[in-house]
């Protein structure tokens, strides 16, 4: 059927892509991230634990701080919800609350999962997202693909926000395949390319002495960035 071939053609693609998330475009107020994953499970266990976010969500990316709280409707108008549970104090009775962070378009079980909304503090601007989790049998079980398209007005710079929400999408990916088995190994943290060029700025500032603090801070800072030091002040 056509409306999933989207989702199918997502799939092939990323199966022949390096096991990395990746920011694969990006404009004016617009990204797209990508990223893939193999797993032992068949789909349809792959399914079932792709909807039970509780037991794989990342409790750091949570409002309540406990992922546990984190719960999925399979169905057209679904919600990809939170509860926030209620605190008692001295004199008064605590009342749950709850985030809906995403509203389910597209369930297909076994195939595909698509959702729109804004993840995170991308919730605060007016701007659009569309999920979408492709799911393939492979010889090695089950091919996962994450794809996460965002748009619109946002205060903050496109190739920053866009870094940052890539390493947590990679990061959610990489829970849920943790618990199904992984058979592909995530890249490693080292990247042949930034060692070299760590050693020709290491034999420069030896070279000239007084090397600038702020060409070694770029040397020595993380590949990725966290959402929040992308939108610093922005609450």
């Known amino acids: 059927m056509k409306k999933f071939a989207f989702g199918a053609s997502l799939a092939a693609a990323a199966f022949a892509m390096p096991v990395q998330a990746e920011v694969v475009s990006q404009g004016n107020g617009a990204f797209v991230t990508r990223d893939s994953a193999v797993v032992e499970a068949d789909v349809r266990t792959a399914w079932l634990k792709l909807i039970a976010p509780g037991e794989w969500w990342d409790s750091a990316h949570t409002w309540s701080g406990e ?3 984190m719960m999925l409707t399979p169905q057209g108008g679904g919600c990809f919800c939170e509860r926030i549970p209620g605190e008692d104090g001295d004199k008064r009775i605590g009342l749950d609350g709850s985030v809906q962070h995403m509203v389910v378009l597209n369930a297909a079980p076994d195939r595909v999962l698509r959702m ?9 601007e007016p701007v659009d997202g569309v999920l979408t989790i492709a799911l393939s049998e492979t ?8 794809e996460y398209v965002v748009g619109g007005f946002m205060r903050f710079e496109t190739p920053v926000i866009a870094k940052a929400v890539d390493g947590v999408m990679t990061q959610q990916l990489d829970n849920l395949a943790e618990t199904l088995g992984r058979v592909d ?3 490693p943290d080292e990247d042949p390319a930034e060692d070299e060029a760590s050693e020709e700025s ?5 070279s000239d002495g007084d090397a ?3 060409e070694t801070a770029v040397e020595e800072a993380p590949e990725r960035i966290s959402v929040d030091e992308a939108f610093g002040e922005i609450e």
């Open 67 to 69: 992922s546990e709280n």
């Open 116 to 124: 729109r909304g804004g993840l995170g503090p991308l919730q605060s």
């Open 139 to 146: 010889d090695e079980g089950t091919l996962i693909v994450f």
């Open 185 to 187: 190994a995530p890249a």
């Open 202 to 206: 290491d034999a420069g500032d030896a």
């Open 212 to 214: 600038s603090d702020g």
